[in-house]
């Protein structure tokens, strides 16, 4: 059987009400060279059997039933199953903005490979289907061959947040996805942080479009439920596990490279989001939460040896600070500042 161009790797949980939209949108596209993977993780309404029967009617689409595991899980199972050349992830709920989509993205692709395909996505509100915001241009036009150190580089000088944050409006070569081992952290909030600045990192080449190319969905329940005490305990201390495991993972991959741009731009990178976990403890009320976001800043704190390692200065006397008065002290700190 030959292997498709193109997989569409598709996570659903508890979105009936959408899916054959977004499976609609992948099957009148006017490229035909794609497969589908639906991943079923374990959704309680009608949205697997949905699957089912598209996948019944077209060889293409796949279906993968999954106990719920979660969303980078899903993405995981996706990436092991697909046979594509490349990979987009498309989430279950989202649009490909037109028929041509996959034509113009796979000629390009096809022109020459390329690790990492970006394009544009823009904001889609279901009450309407009206556009809510369109994402800004790339600072990167074209394609980037100086690797993925320096493209890393380059998008944190110039904020480029969807960049580095977001996996559904970019493309990805199979093959050095799975050689670099790039998988999803399951069971964490922001695994999107944790996966796609090490994955721009290890890539060679790139290629930059400021087409827009996807049509991320907002609709009722899309954007969580209200922010308590408890949601806010567990993104910070997700932030700061992460931190910890970001920097740790790129300081093996990369062994003697500690004093190299490259790497105290990205330590200081994910120090940033340690400290953004920290300065929950400035929100939350609750003794109990508190407590869990204290003890999770005391059992990551090996971020401040990275802090030291960053090119600001001003994160290295954070380095200092707890070198000398211990984590806590240096936490506290963090805090003071915030509030100056």
Known sequence: MKEPFISLITPVYNIEHLIGKTIESALEQTFADWEMILVDDGSPDNAGKICDDYAARDARIRVVHKQ????????????????????????????????????????????REVDIYFARLQDM?????????????????????????????????????????????????????KENDLRFYPGIYHDDDEWLPRAISLSKTSYFTNDIVYNALAWDGSLGGTVTDKSLCKKAVDKMFLSLHCCEDMDARCPGERGTTFLKSYFEYYF???????????????????EKVRAAALEYGNMFDYAGLCRSKKLHLFSIYQKIFGTRAACKLILKREKA
């Open 125 to 177: 509100q279901e009450k309407g289907w009206e556009v809510t915001n369109v994402q800004k241009e790339y600072c990167v036009n074209g394609y980037f061959e100086e690797g993925g150190k320096a493209l890393f580089l380059k998008l944190v000088e110039n904020d480029d947040i969807l960049a580095l944050s977001s996996p559904v409006n970019k493309v990805f070569r199979t093959a050095y996805v």
């Open 272 to 290: 940033r989001i340690y400290q953004s976990g920290v300065l929950a403890l400035n929100v939350i009320k609750d003794p109990e939460y508190l």
């Open 68 to 111: 719920n595991a979660g969303l980078a899980a899903a993405r995981n199972t996706g990436i092991e199953e697909c046979h594509g050349k490349y990979f987009l992830i498309f989430e279950g709920s989202d649009l490909l903005v037109s028929k041509e989509t996959l034509a113009n993205i796979c000629k390009k692709l096809a022109e």
